[in-house]
Nanobody
Framework: QVQLVESGGGLVQAGGSLRLSCAVS????????MGWFRQTPGKEREFVAAITRTGSSKYYTDSVKGRFTISRDNAKNTLYLEMNSLKPEDTAVYLCTAGVTWAPSAMMSGRMDYWGKGTLVTVSS
């Protein structure tokens, strides 16, 4: 069983920065493609960013390109999301996900195998 635990969320002013982490346990971290999604009440879960097993390819939704950076440390079994120039519309619960898929389309559509419970990011204007 794979467990994903997010951390690093909090309250930040618009224009500020946060770094989210996702600690993964239970299986070989490097076996999984990883991603970040976010969700707000009443809305569907939204793709934010994804990264392949070795970190050689990264994918972002248009609204965060140039502001967010996804990375992973396979030695530490940890996924990261560096978020800069935060906007109030970035306010959401951010969820970490892991999957055995190789396909970018699967990563970006949420067809993954494991999910964390999320960490709340609130951006004030």
């Amino acid at each position: 069983q794979v467990q994903l635990v997010e951390s690093g969320g909090g309250l930040v002013q618009a224009g500020g920065s946060l770094r989210l982490s996702c600690a993964v346990s239970g299986r070989t971290f490097s076996s999984y493609s990883m991603g970040w999604f976010r969700q707000t009440p009443g809305k569907e879960r939204e793709f934010v960013a994804a990264i392949t097993r070795t970190g050689s390819s990264k994918y972002y939704t248009d609204s965060v390109k140039g502001r967010f950076t996804i990375s992973r440390d396979n030695a530490k079994n940890t996924l990261y999301l560096e978020m800069n120039s935060l906007k109030p519309e970035d306010t959401a619960v951010y969820l970490c996900t892991a999957g055995v898929t190789w396909a970018p389309s699967a990563m970006m559509s949420g067809r993954m195998d494991y999910w964390g419970k999320g960490t709340l990011v609130t951006v004030s204007s």
